[in-house]
């Protein structure tokens, strides 16, 4: 995952989640990976706050 610069250095993050399964047969979805609040998102390449900073200086 992505983040923005510290001190003008690229940031990486390696994160560490846990991942949940499903017991419902019915359920389309059949494991959920945990999410940590403003930082990450579902299908995210980005952190939160990396992404607002794109969407601002895209909308700029």
């Given at each position: ?29 059949r494991t959920f990976a945990e999410q ?25």
């Amino acid at each position: 995952m992505c983040d923005t610069a510290v001190g003008g250095q690229e940031t990486v993050l390696h994160l560490r989640v846990r991942r949940f399964r499903c017991g419902n047969d019915d359920c389309g979805k059949r494991t959920f990976a945990e999410q940590v609040p403003g930082l990450t998102v579902r299908y995210g390449r980005y952190s939160t706050p990396l992404r607002t900073l794109l969407q601002t200086i895209g909308l700029a």
